[in-house]
């Protein structure tokens, strides 16, 4: 492989591992947070291509279609929560297991009925759509580095809000013992509807960004979601930047795996990898606490 | 003994059809309704009723009960499907077909139960070869073909160096060794990617540093819009053009694919821009009805609709006579969408198979364009593995 | 997890014959309303039945979320497939030193499958328990896909396309593609597994299991090791799962990674989670009632999921201890 190619399969593994990290930051948010296994969050990412691609569509802006997005997915999140999935915080994991699962199968089938079996256009802007040359021999498609560079944005905002406002520590107080922060004053349901539609909107903004790649289509939510929970506990439930690191570390074994290793081997060298990692580290690479 | 054994038989057989004009034929219709697949079952049913439309609503003049079921893409899902519709509703034929891991968990048993099993899309090897069945027909292709003429249309054209690209799957395998079989050039490159991936920057960067005049791959719905829309956002398709076989640009990935698509190329025995009358009327009448243009599935099922009723006007409707039934399909003659339509002594099609390019019509939609005739009476290479066996049911 | 599961008692005795029982009418039910086609649906019912009540065995009384079971179903499944396929191909199956002819007879591949997919899940097994929770369920969700695109790799046996049964098969002479044959073989394996599992969760062993998913520090400070039980019950677990894919590979002559997937995996939980964990027959109810559930929409309409969809997360609401619960409530009213 020559050093060109090994640059430019290093620029992809890592821009991989940033979709990767930005279509699982929204579950790991709240699989760590209020402890909420949500199978569903493939079928937000599902919705948020769909919503931005007709809009988007209809109206010629990609901006607009983002940003109508990233807002229904964020309120069809917070309605799910306040109708159904706030009665699972104390239920075991496989109830909430059961009840996503529910979730999936009705998500994808109203996506069905109402924008039909047939993929959707989702077409970038002319801004975006062509690529650059980062260093000569190294054409690089613009798009790419814009996901690239949002999923970073994204991460280092997250990470800046939980860890260091005062939004961030309601949230944590409210994870880690809800009674207690009920008890000195924190608005614990309000939060938790917060948390999660900030995860929903994270799944919509996941799907919005990555639709214009990859096909929108019924079903698209869930290779999505297998590889969201394997970054999300390679990573550590819980850790943002265990995502971040988790994911990138994903998109370049992915990447490089693909192109060196048989067929069969490439397609199950990410699991490989979880295997391996989780049979050393079995909280994960940076565990939180308990 | 045997001589009144042979009146009653016949006795017997002749007051089943007094009695059985009357009653409908039943098609079990097994498709793939829901997921990412669920596109493919709604042009297949799409296309078979629009060509039980054009039959008057019969089939060879008698009343037809079409019986739909969605087997997920899942062969046991099929497999249990199929036992219903043969013991349960009494079909006598069963399609509607599209994957060929559903067909091959389906077609032993159904035709062991004597049910004659026609696809319209799925184009497994099997069937064409070893497992040729005389109750089993294919109104679509088989696997290796669309990609062989893609092959001899780039030998034809001089180009030297390929690149080749399929899931590692058996039609994917199918269609690339097809391919090599008509291309005599260099194949620089050979790649299977896994059947769930949805990122190709990777195979995308490998194809750019390995420099090929072309690349040929076979990507089923969601993957080839994946890897087209890609391929194009990385700047290589105005640098290495790109070939697939008809269904990799046809209008259920086409509208997705968008403006990434044109300059493609492809080989197709039918497409949306065919000049022939009856193709004319089906995308006519396929547009006003379903408001989009139609694409090769709905193409295959509206051919078998009108196939099968063309073989019972023959034999005036008497699909219980199973042997006259088999006789009629097999020497078929009627209006297809693909103009000639014969089938091959494997019970699949010999059919011409033309160069189509993407290009955007006056209505601003990507289509696929008619051009060149590639090769004329194209058959499958499995043809000659097939024994047909006579029917005992 | 949620409440320790009650010790299994005479009521669960009783619950178990009468489900067998109720099961083993149904062929002649069926054939006397004309309806032969019940019984291959049943027969169904009964080898999903088989897995679900193999997994229940870790899911409900171990407290352990496994997503490998339909990985470990697939591995029973292709032992029989394998093993006839080298049969009638006359080809020998070569294992390093080791060259076997291949066999379609049921009583000696039967038993293999079981022996193989229990040995899969000792390994897998092995590596898993060093994990626990959520974290536990994601790497047995990784095992499962690496025998899934395993399957898929294996192009001699059919890859994605699927192994066909294309030789005969026999079990004691008879022929287990047979609609009577198929059902009553596995009904019979369904009630062996139950006796089994349900003394198993009675004895000092399952106890030992039950207390490890409740408290594992307190089982530890009794000196007993807790994750050797527990991976002797996932070995069981794996083996039973590996029978029912085998018997399922035996009567429709058919397997293929589809059958392995993930989603199948899920399947599985969720037929345990809606038949009810706290008993070895919950998981029964769970099968019969997701698989008929699954068929009946979906013959009535293409957008099938919409319901069966809402109908889950309807149970899931209200009715916490799945089917079981409800019967239980029903019955104390």
Known sequence: MSLPLFLEQTLNGVQLGVMLFLMSAGLTLVFGIMNLINLAHGALYMLGAFIAATVAEKSDSFLLGALVAVLATAAIGALLEVALLRRFYHRSHLDQVLVTFGLILVFNQVTQLIWGAVPMRFNLPDSVAGSIELFPGLNYPVFRLVILGVGLVVGLLLYVMIMRTRIGMWVRAGASNRAMASAIGVNVEMVFIGVFAAGAALAGLAGLMAGPILAVQVGMGEPVLILALVVTVIGGIGSINGALVAAIMIGLIDTFGRVLLSPALGSMVIFLAMAVILAWKPKGLFPVHG | MRRLLLAATMAAGISVSANAADAPIKIGFISTFSGPGGVLGQELLDGFNLGLESTGGTLGGRKVEVIQADDQAKPDVGRQLADKMVESDHVQILTGVNFSNVMLAIAKPALDAGVFVISPNAGQSQQAGKMCHPHYFSTSFQNDVPAEAIGMYMTHKGIKRVYLLAPNYPAGKDSLAGFKMGFKGEVVGEVYTGFTQLDYAAEIAQIRAAKPDAVYFFYPGGLGINFVKQYAQAGMKTEVPLFGPSFSFDQTVLPAMGDAALGAYASAFWNEHYDNAASKKFVTDFEAKYHRLPAPYAAQAYDTARMIDAALKSIGGKIEDKAAFQKALETVKFDSVRGKFRFNTNHYPIQDYYLTEAVKDDKGRVVMNMKELIAADLADPYVQDCHMPAATN | ?333
């Open chain 3, 1 to 333: 997890m949620a409440d320790l599961a009650p010790t299994p008692n005479r009521r669960d005795w009783f619950a178990i014959l009468l489900l067998l029982a109720l099961l083993a009418v149904v062929p002649p039910i069926a054939e006397a309303v004309g309806q032969p086609f019940a019984i291959k649906v049943a027969s169904r019912v009964v080898v999903f039945a088989i897995a679900a009540v193999g997994l229940n065995l870790v899911l409900g009384f171990g407290g352990m979320v496994s997503l490998l079971h339909a990985g470990l179903f697939g591995v029973g499944g292709y032992v029989i497939g394998i093993l006839a396929w080298h049969d009638f191909n006359g080809e020998a199956l070569q294992l390093g030193p080791f060259a076997y002819a291949g066999t379609g007879n049921l009583l000696i591949s039967l038993p293999l499958a079981v022996l193989v997919s229990a040995a899969a899940a000792v390994l897998m097994g092995m590596v898993s328990l060093r994990t626990n929770g959520a974290y536990f369920i994601m790497i047995t969700l990784a095992f499962n896909q690496m025998l899934y695109y395993l399957g898929v790799a294996l192009q001699k046996y059919g890859g994605e396309d699927g192994l066909q049964i294309l030789g005969d098969l026999s079990i004691a002479g008879l022929d287990p593609s047979k609609r009577l044959v198929y059902f009553y073989v596995s009904l019979a394996a369904l009630a062996v597994v139950m006796v089994l599992v349900q003394r198993l969760v009675g004895s000092r062993f399952g106890m030992v299991l039950r207390a490890s998913a409740q408290n594992e520090r307190r089982v530890k400070a009794l000196g007993i090791p807790p994750t050797r039980y527990r991976l002797t019950a996932f070995a069981l677990s794996g083996g039973i799962a590996g029978l029912a894919g085998a018997l399922m590979a035996s009567g429709q002559q058919f397997i293929s990674p589809a059958d392995m997937s993930w989603v199948r995996s899920g399947d599985l939980v969720v037929m345990c989670v809606l038949g009810g964990l706290t008993t070895v027959w919950g998981p029964v109810l769970g099968a019969a009632l997701f698989l008929l559930l699954e068929l009946g929409l979906s013959s009535l309409t293409n957008a099938w999921q919409l319901p069966f969809g809402l109908i889950v997360i309807g149970m899931a609401v209200w009715l916490h201890d799945g089917l079981i619960g409800a019967i239980r409530r029903w019955v104390q009213s």
